[in-house]
């Protein structure tokens, strides 16, 4: 039986307990997002929780423990800005916002499309901020994500980018409803929208070529 790597498992448990951090928070009433950048002390709140992931998952609790030793070693960071701003964000390689309410389609679908928002390091954080507001209102698109600080040896840009994904690629009034609405937010250059097709296939813009499938 192949050995899992200790410190890829932990990657992957922290990963996992940021989303289970996130939903639980939620379920109890604000965003992690807003109450990291409302400055509140949330730690009693995260320990129960972890407590309720130690019983979910316990192999995954085990490996985050086994790494940071306690859980303020990592509560303090996620306070700090880890998971929630881009740029202070080194262990994870996204960072990911739903809309609320059920989505009709998974981000897996073939179906599904996204708007692509390349942005410098220096404006990362606030591109994300508003694009992750209004998604978690519910007046964008079905979900959002920002790629992090953490180098990712799969980006083929030094530039930080933004997903805005739509549920349908042929619906092009609400793609370009979210495309209105993007504008509105001051992201006001042309940006291409690209089809989770494309991506399945392993297709990617190169010079000369382009695989976007609207443009605006």
């Known amino acids: 039986m192949e050995t899992i790597d200790p410190e890829a498992l932990a990657e992957v448990a922290y990963g996992i307990f940021e989303i289970y951090l996130n939903r639980e928070l939620r379920a109890r009433g604000p965003y992690l997002f807003e109450l990291v950048e409302q400055g509140t002390d949330f730690e009693e709140d995260a320990r129960e929780i972890f407590e309720r992931f130690r019983e979910d998952y316990p192999e995954l609790a085990g490996a985050l423990l086994r790494r940071f030793g306690e859980i303020n070693a ?23 916002q739903d809309a609320p309410g059920p989505a009709t389609r998974g981000l897996d679908d073939e179906q599904v499309g996204k708007w692509l928002i390349f942005v410098p390091g220096e404006e990362v954080d606030e591109a994300w901020r508003k694009v992750r507001d209004e998604t978690a209102k519910g007046t964008l698109g079905i979900s959002a994500k920002v790629s992090t600080a953490k180098p990712n040896p799969d980006s083929r840009d030094e530039r930080y980018v933004v997903y805005v994904y739509t549920c349908d690629w042929a619906d092009e009034a609400d793609v370009m409803r979210v495309r209105e609405r993007l504008r509105d937010l001051g992201f006001v250059e042309r940006i291409g929208y690209k089809r989770n097709i494309e991506t399945y296939r392993g297709e990617y813009s190169e010079e000369g070529r382009r695989v976007t499938y609207y443009s605006a």
């Open 74 to 96: 990592f509560y303090v960071p996620i306070r700090a800005g880890e998971g929630v701003l881009p740029s202070k964000t080194t262990r994870i390689y996204w960072i990911v």
